[in-house]
């Protein structure tokens, strides 16, 4: 049996994914990637919460402690959004098995999304350039 890898999410460097945004906690959540696509979100007592919006639920978001988010829903960390595929494949590239590599998950410097390429919706890592699959749009989001 294989170990599942558990990521966190955050505003810290210390953070597997860093995300610079003022409504993200330093240690906002963790995320657990599953072999069907899924992933498992456990809020880790952020000030802004963590939201899921399934599939098919128009702008509905849920507060989550913790919970499955399915490979259609949207993820919200504060007014930070993203869908699933976009995260598992963060997830992919922090752990080595995505097209892209960077320093090992956890480690400062591994990801750093601050700026938002509005023109196509894509946060670009600050460092290098290429494109992360996260959507800083709290504009367009409704609040529970």
Same mark, same amino acid.
């Given at each position: 049996m294989s170990k599942i890898a558990c990521v966190t999410v955050g505003r810290s460097a210390t953070a597997a994914i860093t995300i610079s945004h003022?409504?993200?906690s330093? /240690?906002?959540a963790e995320v657990i990637p /599953?072999? !069907?696509g899924r992933v498992y979100?456990? !809020?880790c007592?952020?000030?802004n919460g963590t939201f899921i919006c399934d599939a098919g639920a128009g702008e509905r978001w849920r507060e989550v402690g913790q919970d499955f988010a399915d490979a259609g829903a949207r993820v919200r960390f504060g007014e930070v959004e993203?869908?699933?595929p976009h995260l598992l494949t963060e997830i992919a590239r922090l752990q080595g098995t995505g097209a892209a590599n960077g320093p090992p998950a956890g480690q400062p410097g591994a990801h750093q999304a601050e700026k938002l390429d509005a023109s196509h919706g894509v946060v670009r890592n600050p460092e290098t350039g290429e494109p992360v699959a996260l959507a800083d749009k709290p504009d367009e989001v409704d609040t529970p």
């Open positions: 003022e409504t993200v330093r /240690l906002h /599953l072999p !069907d979100i456990t !809020d007592a952020s000030r993203m869908t699933v």
